[in-house]
């Protein structure tokens, strides 16, 4: 099992800067992918970013640019930092991993999910 706690969401101003944290406990962890996804509204939940144990990133094509994903594989933590944010940004962001376990394979974990609101 894999807990995941996220933090750092809050509310910011058109343009500003946020940084996201999200870490990972459990026993025997062997985290895979770590990814972020957000869901606004009315909509569904998105991918923004996803980055895997060796450090490659990849973004939503809206994201790229403004939002960089990366990870600390010490303290099982990943990060995103938000810059340039935009009123269309707001959403729930949730964390999300998978983990490989033995004689399960890979398992997927959410946390509990962090609201930024940017608005001025």
């Known amino acids: 099992q894999v807990q995941l706690v996220e933090s750092g969401g809050g509310l910011v101003q058109p343009g500003g800067s946020l940084r996201l944290s999200c870490a990972a406990s459990g026993t025997n962890l062997r985290l895979n992918n770590m990814n972020w996804y957000r869901q606004a509204p009315g909509k569904a939940r998105e991918l923004v970013a996803t980055i895997s144990s060796d450090g490659n990133a990849h973004y939503r094509p809206s994201m790229k640019g403004r939002f960089t994903i990366s990870r600390d594989n010490s303290k099982n933590m990943v990060f995103l930092q938000m810059d340039n944010v935009n009123p269309e940004d707001t959403a729930v962001y949730y964390c999300?991993?998978?983990?490989?376990?033995?004689?399960?394979?890979?398992?997927?974990?959410w946390g509990q999910g962090t609201q930024v609101t940017v608005s001025s």
């Open positions: 999300n991993v998978d983990n490989l376990e033995s004689g399960r394979g890979l398992q997927y974990y």
